[in-house]
């Protein structure tokens, strides 16, 4: 069987790529996928992804420790909000946290229909290609976009992604969007920093003083730890961990 990757630029296209037999690889750049992959090198047990507020105020109520925000606030019973500089080994380590957001947390749950389900960032872009390698025929990169639309840097980090998995790990694509992201992760591959700074979610996250999680966000390789969702809760598959623990 050939090796195969395909880009979902927005959960308003997932049902032309809802593939049963592909991974689903979940990415939220900005900010869901990187908090979670914070989170877990940072020592986090277990994360409960939940689509609905209603449901976060729930597992709180029961006593869970509750990361949620939407449209970037943090929601009134929340412990806190989606930065990944929220979690700090000292809040995290060793904790099960409710992970509740606009845009990511949704995501994770339509792409349940998959064979499985792995969240990736930049944080462990090398990671997330290596376990593909050794995992899957089928991948399906999903962004999660904005409320169902395109983001930028989300289109960006899938054609890192595909051509990392392309160049490396002997997979290709037929798929146009995969392409149209690797194009434009070769425009901004050389200034990855410099180039996001046009994405609309950048701008809206410096109208609410959030934007200072940006260069952390794009950067390459901070922890091996994938990610992995079981169907209700998200587990770290790897203990071999490059922390570096900056933040």
């Not at 999660?144 to 992604?161: H, I």
Request: glycine content about 6%; proline content about 3%; overall charge neutral.
């Amino acid at each position: 069987m050939s090796r195969t990757v395909e880009v979902c630029f927005s959960p308003s296209l997932f049902n032309h790529h809802a593939d049963p037999s592909a991974i689903m690889v979940v990415v939220d750049v900005l900010r869901a996928s990187s908090a979670i992959c914070t989170a877990f090198a940072h020592g986090a047990s277990t994360i409960i992804p939940v689509a609905e507020v209603e449901e976060a105020l729930r597992l709180k109520m029961q006593g869970f420790l509750v990361a949620a925000e939407r449209d970037g606030k943090v929601l009134d019973f929340a412990d806190f909000g989606n930065s990944p500089f929220n979690f700090k080994r000292e809040v995290v380590e060793g904790r099960s946290i409710v992970y509740s957001t606009t845009n990511g947390t949704k995501a994770i749950q339509m792409a349940s229909i998959g064979k499985e389900v792995i969240v990736s960032s930049f944080l462990n872009l090398s990671a997330t290609a290596a376990y593909l390698g050794a995992h899957a025929d089928r991948v399906v990169i999903f962004c999660s976009g904005w409320k169902g639309r395109f983001s930028l840097e989300d289109a960006v980090y899938a054609g890192a992604l595909a051509e990392k998995l392309i160049r490396e790990q002997g997979y290709s694509t037929i798929c146009d969007s995969a392409i149209a992201a690797m194009d434009v992760w070769q425009v901004a591959k050389p200034n990855l920093v410099g180039y996001i700074q046009k994405a609309a979610q950048r701008n809206r996250l410096r109208k609410m003083g959030l934007d200072d999680v940006i260069e952390f966000c794009h950067t390459p390789d901070y922890t091996d730890i994938i990610p992995r969702f079981d169907g209700s809760s998200l587990k770290p598959f790897c203990e071999n961990v490059k922390l570096k623990d900056t933040i």
